[in-house]
């Protein structure tokens, strides 16, 4: 009897030990990196943000001769950036709002049709332009900054601004407060507008080759979702139905309350 007890015993520990260990490694990432202590990831592109419409930008020339450029800059204003909530603004070179078209107005260069193009882009279409007035003329473009939003199983979903033109999916999650333990690591989706149609991926994060995918560096508008887990999609039928339960029990028990009452007021006559 005793032995049997032990065998039970055993294979309880067994199926717990089991258990804890399928769920820690539900709980992390990149999981098939080996033993290794160190290595190379794999490498990826898409970090260079193509400009669309409603983009912010900053545009400053200037070169050797400061008076040969100054007509090709706007004026300083104080106006703040968008998404500069809650700071002092300081007083800057105004910025250029992307039109619908995908252009920009710029003083004596004219329209710009600056859509599809990257900073860096912009920047030689700008320089090429001014070679044949200006000396060596030296051209910044900037984007100023952009939004995604966040949502799903994380501890802190929100819309972020991002001022940074290299910005990851790690990034996004790590300013939400990172996952919870109820998402899905292995099925994180990002929604991106592309030709005009929202497109979506899903990205494994158990996954090292996550890093070479083009929806891991983040651009404008980007929606990340994460997906709850199995246990997380229990526990909410689980919920539910004790909620129906209980309200169907609530109901039963006021309509035999009210019952009660009136068999009671009609012996009470």
């Not at 820690?24 to 419409?53: C, E, T």
């Amino acid at each position: 009897m005793n032995f049997k007890n032990l065998i039970i015993f055993a294979v309880i520990v067994l199926a717990l030990t089991g258990c804890k260990t399928a769920t820690q490694n539900n709980l992390s990432y990149f999981r098939n990196l080996g033993d290794a202590a160190s290595g190379v990831m794999p490498q990826g592109s898409g970090y260079d943000i193509k400009i669309v419409p409603e983009d912010e930008l900053s545009i400053v020339i200037s070169s050797a001769v400061p008076e040969a450029t100054a007509m090709y800059n706007q004026p300083q204003s104080n106006i703040a950036r968008r998404g500069d909530y809650n700071t002092q603004p300081m007083p800057r070179l105004q910025t250029y709002i992307v039109d619908k078209q995908g252009d920009i107005m710029m003083p004596v260069l004219g329209k710009l049709n600056v859509a599809g193009k990257s900073t860096s882009e912009i920047e030689q279409m700008i320089t090429s332009r001014l070679n044949s007035t200006v000396k060596d003329p030296f051209v910044r473009v900037e984007l100023t900054g952009f939004f995604v939003n966040v949502m799903g199983e994380v501890k802190n979903p929100h819309r972020i601004f991002v001022n940074s033109q290299r910005y990851t999916l790690l990034d996004a999650l790590s300013e939400a407060g990172d996952l919870t333990e109820y998402g899905e690591r292995s099925k994180v989706i990002v929604i991106r507008e592309e030709n005009g149609k929202q497109m979506y991926h899903r990205l494994d994060l158990s996954d090292n080759n996550v890093f070479s995918s083009p929806y891991f560096y983040l651009q404008q508008n980007d929606v990340v979702y994460v997906e709850p887990n199995q246990i997380r999609i229990d526990n909410s039928k689980y919920n539910q139905n004790n909620a129906y339960k209980l309200t169907v029990v609530s109901t039963v028990v006021s309509a035999a309350s009210v019952i009660a009452s009136l068999i009671i007021a009609l012996v009470v006559k």
